[in-house]
């Protein structure tokens, strides 16, 4: 019996340890949902370091229609003021069809809600088409009447979508995201510190047709402007 309280503590130890390996720390939280990579904070100047990154496509919205690069799947998209606005679209996106996603890429942009419960989100790496939850992946920041922001796969409610229930949205705010993407490794950034991150095994890809950046809204007060994409080589 002498021996069963140190095996008992070292089992508890290499537990602990193998569970601590799965965690992501970000902003002094720690996420365990999902498939987890990071176990500590990153900067977006260290992951991109030694690559080259080239403008690929920007809009600044200044103008009074959306333009041909833009499909409208439904809802009531529409630009006011230089800016990106939908107030009901029930998962019905405005897809960019004017330029491709390239696999490796970075994409910025300011995102905020007028509602006080937030709920706002796009999809990258789409495949243009309507779905009812989520298309390529989705970037969702305080869904869920503002209890959990998520990088989900294909569907909203993918079981490994990867989950920040910590930090509450804030009305009003704008929020300047930037994704950056690399093979099977996605980095989420917002207002420049890591937010989230998601490691896909098997990575949705511009040569099997997911090459889409769709703005998405269910039926919040949401905004999008000054988008920036850049290749990575």
């Known amino acids: 019996m002498?021996?069963?309280?140190?095996?008992?503590?070292?089992?508890?130890?290499?537990?602990?340890?193998?569970?601590?390996d799965n965690a992501f720390f970000t902003k002094g939280k720690k996420v365990e949902s999902g498939l987890i990579w990071e176990k500590s904070p990153v900067t977006a100047d260290s992951i991109l370091a030694g690559k080259k990154v080239t403008p690929l496509f920007s809009d600044t919205f200044d103008r009074p229609d959306l333009g041909p690069n833009w499909q409208v799947q439904g809802g009531d998209w529409r630009l006011e003021e230089g800016?990106?606005?939908?107030m009901k679209a029930n998962n019905l996106n405005l897809v960019l069809t004017g330029t491709a996603l390239p696999d490796n890429a970075v994409i910025e942009l300011t995102?905020?809600?007028?509602?006080?419960?937030?709920?706002?989100k796009f999809n990258a790496?789409?495949?243009g088409k309507p779905h009812e939850h989520g298309d390529g992946y989705s970037f969702i920041l305080g869904g869920w009447k503002n209890r959990v922001s998520v990088i989900a796969k294909l569907h909203?409610?993918?079981?490994?979508?990867?989950?920040?229930?910590?930090?509450?949205l804030e009305q009003s705010k704008r929020y300047q995201v930037k994704i950056i993407r690399i093979g099977g490794k996605i980095w989420w950034f917002v207002d420049d510190a890591i937010f989230l991150a998601y490691n896909d095994p098997q990575p949705l890809t511009a040569a099997g047709g997911y090459k889409y950046?769709?703005?998405?809204?269910?039926?919040s007060m949401a905004y999008f402007d000054g988008l920036k994409i850049s290749t990575i080589e």
Not at 4 to 19: D, G, Y
Not at 83 to 86: A, F, I, K, L, P
Request: hydrophobic share 45%; with cysteine.
């Open 156 to 168: 909203e409610h993918e079981k490994n979508r990867v989950e920040d229930r910590a930090t509450r």
């Open 2 to 20: 002498r021996y069963l309280a140190p095996i008992f503590v070292l089992i508890f130890v290499v537990v602990a340890c193998k569970k601590d």
């Open 213 to 219: 950046l769709s703005f998405a809204n269910w039926e």
């Open 111 to 120: 995102m905020w809600s007028e509602s006080d419960f937030v709920d706002i």
């Open 125 to 127: 790496w789409g495949d």
């Open 83 to 86: 800016v990106v606005q939908s």
